[in-house]
């Protein structure tokens, strides 16, 4: 598999907060999902990789570029898509004007060649039907989509999306996740999430964050895996769980070390997720 990003030895404190502390990667094409709990670093590492702001130590290239340099920072730019965690938009404008702006912003400066482009992303995006409608009349799940359509303009290699499902209904996710999908073929995509469904339908790989650190980085299989014969339901809480859940049918659903003849679940990314949080920093790949 082509490396298309990597980066080593990323850090980044901001005071006496350790957001990044050695971050290491490589992605290839395909849709790569981020995991990690609140303040695990995610946001950081994406503003860090889309050259929002510096590492204080590290350094990483994307498609070949290196942003260490003025030069190289440009051209990674140029091959950049970025939805950040909250996207900014005028409300009085249409998506269609709304993603022209941002296509002037990105250098396209022919005016036919760039309207083709722009009503090209707000197909892919889904949003043909309402490109002249006002961004303020629009569902959150369609706004997240003009969002994503801004970061699809002229074609980027890298797309880097921070919790773009964030706030949708299963339907509106559901339609996100095929266009996510449909990028992902012929790009990168870096998806920070809080969703474990996101990763397990939508991507090949996945990197699970905490305290600033990678703690897992395999497929989403193997994150599945971890948690195989460690899932367990009882009819009351288990003390000796790490953790432990009531399910709708009254009983509870642990992860941890089952006691014997525990009555064992089949595992799902998010029991293999939990448990990767509570494990050995140390242990890192699958
Ligand atoms: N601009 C900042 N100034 C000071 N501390 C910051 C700043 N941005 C982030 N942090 C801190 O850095 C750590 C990592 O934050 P980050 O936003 O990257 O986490 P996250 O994994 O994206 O969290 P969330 O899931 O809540 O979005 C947190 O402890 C956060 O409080």
Same mark, same amino acid.
Request: hydrophobic share 40%; with cysteine.
């Given at each position: 598999?082509?490396?298309?990003?990597?980066?080593?030895?990323?850090?980044?404190?901001?005071?006496?907060? +350790?957001? #990044? %502390? @050695?971050?290491? =990667?490589?992605?290839? *094409? $395909?849709?790569?999902?981020?995991?990690?709990?609140? !303040?695990?670093?995610?946001?950081?590492?994406?503003?860090?990789?889309?050259?929002?702001?510096?590492?204080?130590?590290?350094?990483?290239?994307?498609?070949?570029?290196?942003?260490?340099?003025?030069?190289?920072?440009?051209?990674?730019?140029?091959?950049?898509?970025?939805?950040?965690?909250?996207?900014?938009?005028?409300?009085?404008?249409?998506?269609?004007?709304?993603?022209?702006?941002?296509?002037?912003?990105?250098?396209?400066?022919?005016?036919?060649?760039?309207?083709?482009?722009?009503? +090209?992303? #707000? %197909? @892919?995006?889904? =949003?043909?039907?309402? *490109? $002249?409608?006002?961004?303020?009349?629009?569902?959150? !799940?369609?706004?997240?989509?003009?969002?994503?359509?801004?970061?699809?303009?002229?074609?980027?290699?890298?797309?880097?999306?921070?919790?773009?499902?964030?706030?949708?209904?299963?339907?509106?996710?559901?339609?996100?996740?095929?266009?996510?999908?449909?990028?992902?073929?012929?790009?990168?995509?870096?998806?920070?999430?809080?969703?474990?469904?996101?990763?397990?339908?939508?991507?090949?790989?996945?990197?699970?964050?905490?305290?600033?650190?990678?703690?897992?980085?395999?497929?989403?299989?193997?994150?599945?895996?971890?948690?195989?014969?460690?899932?367990?339901?009882?009819?009351?809480?288990?003390?000796?769980?790490?953790?432990?859940?009531?399910?709708?049918?009254?009983?509870?659903?642990?992860?941890?070390?089952?006691?014997?003849?525990?009555?064992?679940?089949?595992?799902?990314?998010?029991?293999?997720?939990?448990?990767?949080?509570?494990?050995?920093?140390?242990?890192?790949?699958?």
């Amino acid at each position: 598999m082509t490396v298309t990003v990597s980066a080593s030895g990323l850090s980044l404190r901001y005071g006496g907060t +350790r957001a #990044l %502390d @050695e971050v290491s =990667l490589r992605l290839s *094409r $395909g849709v790569t999902g981020l995991l990690g709990p609140n !303040g695990a670093g995610k946001t950081t590492l994406l503003r860090v990789l889309a050259t929002a702001v510096p590492a204080d130590r590290g350094a990483f290239t994307v498609l070949g570029h290196d942003p260490a340099t003025a030069r190289g920072r440009q051209e990674l730019r140029r091959e950049l898509g970025y939805l950040p965690q909250t996207p900014g938009f005028h409300p009085d404008f249409t998506p269609f004007a709304f993603v022209d702006y941002v296509a002037i912003l990105k250098e396209l400066t022919d005016r036919a060649a760039r309207h083709r482009e722009v009503r +090209r992303v #707000l %197909d @892919e995006a889904d =949003l043909a039907e309402v *490109r $002249g409608t006002r961004i303020k009349k629009l569902s959150g !799940g369609m706004r997240q989509r003009v969002a994503l359509a801004a970061a699809l303009v002229g074609d980027p290699g890298f797309l880097v999306l921070d919790e773009p499902t964030v706030g949708l209904d299963p339907e509106q996710r559901m339609r996100f996740r095929e266009v996510i999908a449909r990028a992902g073929e012929d790009r990168t995509v870096l998806l920070s999430t809080h969703q474990t469904e996101d990763v397990a339908m939508l991507c090949h790989r996945v990197l699970v964050m905490a305290g600033g650190r990678i703690r897992f980085d395999g497929t989403p299989a193997e994150l599945t895996a971890r948690a195989a014969g460690r899932v367990w339901s009882s009819t009351g809480r288990d003390p000796g769980a790490k953790a432990g859940w009531r399910t709708g049918a009254g009983g509870f659903r642990n992860v941890g070390d089952p006691p014997e003849g525990a009555d064992l679940l089949e595992p799902t990314l998010e029991d293999g997720y939990l448990l990767t949080l509570d494990g050995d920093p140390a242990e890192v790949t699958a």
